[in-house]
């Protein structure tokens, strides 16, 4: 499996250009996700979510796209700049029960050269 | 500044020892979460409190424990620590129906 920082899936895009991360759940009872992105030294920021009644969400640059039939989630960078470069992190919420405990999956590094 | 404190930013230690991480939510969250994020594991769920009280529990080992006081800022207790215990520990929190987490910039153990 991936892990930060070793094995971690990666993404390298020149910068302008668009960002496709993926990511794939394993849970069909999860009903919120979560887009996260770290930058070095820093903690986890959010990004953009998405609840499971809707399959497209976008926001400033970002676009996350939910595809529940295969348990799949995609985030889009639009005009991708060094700044992006980070970890990013999907995560979902089961649905139901009273805690909100969400679960990350491993990260994928995206490196964006100038 | 997210709004989330932890404390303190980083911690080296010696096998055997015993630490406490502290963690002040954003203002007005409820619900404090903490996770530790090692170099082979992503970011691991160990326990959440709501108002005080545990609400859910992760893989926390028997030597972690963790409580929520009344002012709502929390303490992640570490004890018999071990060199694989080394990581990043966050702390993150929320208000009661935002799903969203915010994320505290984390404490760096060191266990040597």
């Known amino acids: 499996g991936e892990s930060v920082g070793l094995h971690l899936p990666t993404l390298s895009v020149q910068e302008g250009d668009n960002s496709i991360i993926n990511c794939a759940y394993s849970?069909?009872?999860?009903?919120?996700f979560i887009w996260y992105k770290q930058e070095s030294g820093k903690g986890p920021q959010f990004i953009i979510d998405?609840?499971?009644?809707?399959d497209k969400r976008q926001g400033q640059r970002v676009t996350v796209l939910l595809n529940k039939t295969v348990k799949h989630l995609s985030l889009q960078i639009a005009a991708t700049q060094p700044g992006d470069s980070a970890v990013y992190f999907c995560?979902?919420?089961?649905?139901?029960?009273?805690?909100?405990?969400?679960?990350f999956g491993k990260g994928t590094l995206l490196t964006v050269n100038p | 500044d997210s709004g989330v404190t932890q404390t303190p930013k980083h911690l080296i230690t010696a096998t055997g020892q015993r630490v406490t991480l502290r963690c002040s939510p954003r203002?007005?969250?409820?619900?404090v979460y903490w996770y530790q994020q090692s170099l082979d594991q992503g970011l691991q769920f160990l326990i959440q409190?709501?108002?005080?009280?545990?609400?859910a529990k992760g893989n926390i080992l028997e030597r972690f424990s963790a409580q929520q006081f009344p002012d709502l800022h929390s303490e992640l207790n570490l004890s018999s620590l071990e060199l694989g215990d080394s990581a990043l520990y966050f702390c993150?929190?929320?208000?009661?129906?935002?799903?969203?987490?915010?994320f505290g910039s984390g404490t760096r153990l060191t266990v040597v």
């Open positions: 993150a929190s929320s208000v009661q129906g935002d799903y969203g987490y915010t």
């Open positions: 849970n069909s009872a999860s009903d919120y």
């Open positions: 998405i609840r499971s009644n809707m």
């Open positions: 995560a979902e919420k089961e649905s139901g029960g009273s805690n909100y405990k969400l679960t």
């Open positions: 203002s007005g969250d409820l619900s």
């Open positions: 409190y709501y108002n005080g009280e545990e609400r």
